[in-house]
């Protein structure tokens, strides 16, 4: 099967930068859909951005620029890039992917563990 594991998130003033990173770990061939999620408390889990494995990308209306999804084929990796942070942009965030094929068959929408975002001064 697939695993997902994030790392990046923390703790940035508004106006700062994070960078997430996701790697999706298995016996991978091809995932057609990666994407980043965010929820915050008392939400529902919304779409930041998302890119499929030919580069197209896909983002949130309140993204406006600031964010950048980036993927690396051949490593099962995804990149968020956030500049010009906004406490607002507080959340949990969740790498995404979709449509998997491994070695052992397809797979549909695996998320990872979460990684937390505190924007605040």
């Known amino acids: 099967q697939v695993r997902l594991v994030e790392s990046g998130g923390g703790l940035v003033q508004p106006g700062g930068s994070l960078r997430h990173s996701c790697a999706a770990a298995?016996?991978?061939?091809?995932?057609?859909?990666m994407a980043w999620y965010r929820q915050a408390p008392g939400t529902e889990r919304e779409l930041v951005a998302s890119?499929?494995?030919?580069?197209?990308?896909n983002y949130g209306n309140f993204v406006k620029g600031r964010f950048t999804i980036s993927r690396d084929n051949a490593k099962n990796t995804v990149n968020l890039q956030m500049n010009s942070l906004k406490p607002e942009d507080t959340a949990l965030y969740y790498c995404?992917?979709?449509?998997?094929?491994?070695?052992?068959?397809?797979?549909?929408?695996?998320w990872g563990q979460g990684t937390q975002v505190t924007v605040s001064s």
């Open positions: 995404n992917a979709d449509d998997i094929y491994t070695r052992s068959g397809y797979w549909r929408d695996y």
């Open positions: 298995g016996e991978i061939f091809s995932i057609n859909h």
């Open positions: 890119i499929t494995d030919s580069g197209t990308t």
